[in-house]
């Protein structure tokens, strides 16, 4: 049946390259290629054991059972990732606001950043309302925070030819989009994001499955010419 192959395997994949003897592959066909090269296996559910969420070996009497004990723990992942997720979004607007904000006081001349120094310019802006970003406590070999608290190099290290009125429309139409996706996530569920993951991955793996067989159908082809 099989005259020789080869191994075209990756870090990421595993795929060999099977030589059929001829004539036998209408034959593979009818009796299946997974059950002819034995790729499938029977798996006993009597008697499972797996690790929990605690990392402790634990028996389950039911593959049914393994997936009730595993989604309150997803679930509670999830629920973490959002408010990661709602606290990172939060954060992006108030730059975006800010720096719609800065720019436009330059434009009109309310703030005039040229010929100043950055601590006489810091002043201005904590005097003005700006919020700083970051902690006031740089990690060791990083630049340190403001005297207050954060720093205000997200608007400060803006190039001066950017600072003009299209920025400022640019700045406010980006903190729109982005105000719409922090509603979003403070209106979904852990068990919304979930299935948009589940949903994602599903396309994934028929996108990946379709690939694989146009490739198959190639090397048939390929090999019937031969």
């Not at 005097?127 to 720093?151: N, R």
């Not at 569920?189 to 067989?213: I, Q």
Request: proline fraction near 3%; glycine fraction near 6%; charge should be positive.
């Amino acid at each position: 049946l099989v005259l020789d192959y080869k191994e075209h395997h990756t870090d990421s994949a595993v795929r060999f390259e099977i030589k059929i003897a001829p004539g036998k592959i209408e034959w593979l066909r009818r009796h299946g290629v997974a059950k002819v090269f034995r790729l499938t296996t029977r798996v006993s559910t009597t008697n499972m054991h797996c690790f929990d969420e605690k990392g402790a070996i634990t028996k389950y009497a039911t593959p049914l059972a393994i997936v009730e004990a595993f989604v309150p723990f997803r679930l509670a992942a999830y629920e973490r990732r959002r408010e990661n997720l709602v606290r990172a979004t939060e954060r992006e607007l108030d730059r975006l606001t800010n720096k719609a904000k800065f720019v436009l006081a330059v434009v009109d001349g309310t703030i005039v950043v040229g010929n100043k120094k950055k601590e006489t310019l810091v002043h201005e802006l904590r005097e003005k309302g700006f919020k700083s970003d970051g902690p006031a406590t740089a990690p060791a070999g990083g630049p340190a925070g403001e005297p207050g608290g954060g720093t205000f190099d997200y608007l400060l290290g803006m190039q001066i030819w950017s600072l003009t009125r299209e920025k400022v429309d640019s700045l406010l139409a980006e903190k729109e989009n982005k105000r719409v996706v922090l509603e979003d996530l403070r209106r979904t569920t852990d068990k919304a994001l979930w299935r948009a993951d589940l949903d994602a991955l599903e396309k994934a793996l028929d996108a990946d499955d379709a690939d694989r067989g146009k490739d198959e159908n190639k090397n048939l082809k390929r090999k019937r010419r031969v």
